[in-house]
């Protein structure tokens, strides 16, 4: 397996405040990542520090195979473009001249491709017109435009669906698909519209209290949601108890309804309860989504 960023038990503390407690996260090339967690988990801290923007205290992380501690960090960062909570454009610039703005901060050797930038941004049209007059959506396009201005194959977005109309939401999702799925842009997305990302990350980690509970791939978690199934029961007592003893994964809902993850004998699981004294009303398919995995995922979290 080859990844674009592995970080290892990163720690970031703000004064007594942990930002990053342990953190280990995988990004594998090719995918588009979905990095999920609540406001303060920690997901601009991580961007910031795999950016260069801040150090960590402890841990380590590599960009394609580059440990931090190396001097090559510096290029191998190059491989990268980032738009971190707001768009880094000049507001009195059009789109054409913040793009030649960031090919000169590059030192890039010419302007060749900033036409094919804008275009691929659905910003050709945008003529003389300033930034600071563009819709939000416009210039969260032109962040990502000037992101990209070092044809990097790993791409940064902090929240890039943050404030953005329905509209502006599926043009930021067809571009981030297409830069994957045309131009092989590995991509890491925080997010914490659930929805959003369940239509474009091939890959989840979940970020809670600095620390990343659980990473997992949207096969796998097509997987899980498929195998749940939600019982109805006359005692949650007496179902969690059977389920304990069969070894399997479960949530409680209610004091009558449970979701029960992995294959399941309704067969051998109705007569266990009987056996007990508890009647099964109903059992049917759920097709749980990203949401409610979340939920049952942080259900179970610290809340510090
Ligand atoms: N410059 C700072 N000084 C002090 N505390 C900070 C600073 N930046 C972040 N923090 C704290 O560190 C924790 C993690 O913040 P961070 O911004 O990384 O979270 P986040 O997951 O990106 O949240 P959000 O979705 O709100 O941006 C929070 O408790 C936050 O208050």
């Not at 995988?26 to 795999?50: C, D, P, Q, S």
């Not at 194959?153 to 943050?162: G, I, K, S, T, Y």
């Not at 809670?208 to 019982?231: P, Q, T």
Request: hydrophobic fraction near 35%; charged fraction near 30%.
């Amino acid at each position: 397996m080859e990844y674009v960023l592995k970080a290892s038990r990163l720690t970031k503390k703000y004064k007594n405040s942990k930002a990053l407690d342990g953190l280990t996260m995988h990004v594998e090339k090719g995918a588009i990542y979905g990095f999920v967690g609540k406001n303060g988990a920690g997901k601009t801290t991580l961007i910031r520090i795999i950016c260069g923007l801040q150090r960590p205290e402890g841990g380590e992380y590599e960009v394609y195979g580059v440990k931090n501690s190396d001097k090559e960090i510096i290029q191998a960062r190059r491989r990268m473009g980032a738009v971190i909570e707001t768009p880094s454009i000049y507001l009195e610039m059009s789109a054409e001249e913040n793009i030649r703005e960031q090919y000169r901060i590059l030192g890039l050797p010419s302007f060749d491709g900033i036409s094919e930038l804008l275009e691929l941004v659905g910003l050709a049209g945008t003529g003389n017109k300033k930034a600071k007059n563009f819709s939000l959506g416009m210039r969260q396009r032109l962040g990502i435009a000037v992101a990209l201005a070092g044809s990097p194959d790993f791409l940064v977005l902090d929240e890039p669906a943050n404030g953005l109309d329905p509209q502006g939401i599926i043009e930021i999702r067809e571009l981030i698909l297409r830069l994957n799925r045309e131009y092989q842009i590995t991509v890491l997305i925080s997010s914490h519209i659930l929805d959003e990302l369940s239509r474009l990350a091939t890959h989840y980690g979940f970020i809670e209290n600095g620390r990343i509970i659980k990473e997992i791939s949207a096969k796998e978690l097509e997987a899980v949601c498929r195998k749940c199934m939600r019982a109805e029961v006359t005692s949650t007592v007496v179902l969690s108890r059977v389920l304990e003893r069969l070894g399997m994964e479960y949530t409680v809902v209610s004091d009558t309804q449970a979701d029960i993850y992995g294959k399941v004998s309704i067969t051998d699981l109705a007569l266990e309860l009987s056996k007990e004294g508890c009647e099964v009303r109903s059992v049917h398919e759920r097709d749980e989504s990203l949401e409610s995995y979340y939920v049952s995922l942080m259900g179970g979290g610290r809340d510090e």
